[in-house]
């Protein structure tokens, strides 16, 4: 059974970092592309950031480029998205999704906030 766990959410300030992970079990993640999304408050999903099996390629959302890295450790199985320059508008919960497993974290809450 597929089980995707993230950690790392906290309440942090605007212009403050974080770095989110997302452990896999049951599960080789370097065979697959991965993703993170984010659901904000009165929001629907929203695509965040995605990368290659390998970790070679990345994606980013148009507004997130520059702040946000998603990296991988397949050695780990382990998903990252470090978050850089954090803004109100990045509060939300994200969460790791594996497109073609159908699988998705129960997600870790981020709270940027003075």
């Known amino acids: 059974q597929v089980q995707l766990v993230e950690s790392g959410g906290a309440w942090v300030q605007p212009g403050g970092s974080l770095r989110l992970s997302c452990a896999a079990s049951g599960v080789t993640l370097s065979l697959y592309a991965m993703n993170w999304y984010r659901h904000a408050p009165g929001q629907g999903r929203e695509f965040v950031a995605a990368i290659t099996s390998p970790g070679s390629d990345t994606v980013y959302a148009d507004s997130l480029k520059g702040r946000f890295t998603i990296s991988r450790d397949n050695d780990k199985n382990t998903l990252y998205l470090q978050m850089n320059s954090l803004k109100p508008e990045d509060t939300a919960v994200y969460y790791c999704?594996?497109?073609?497993?159908?699988?998705w974290g129960q997600g870790t809450q981020i709270t940027v906030s003075s």
């Open positions: 999704h594996v497109r073609r497993l159908r699988a």
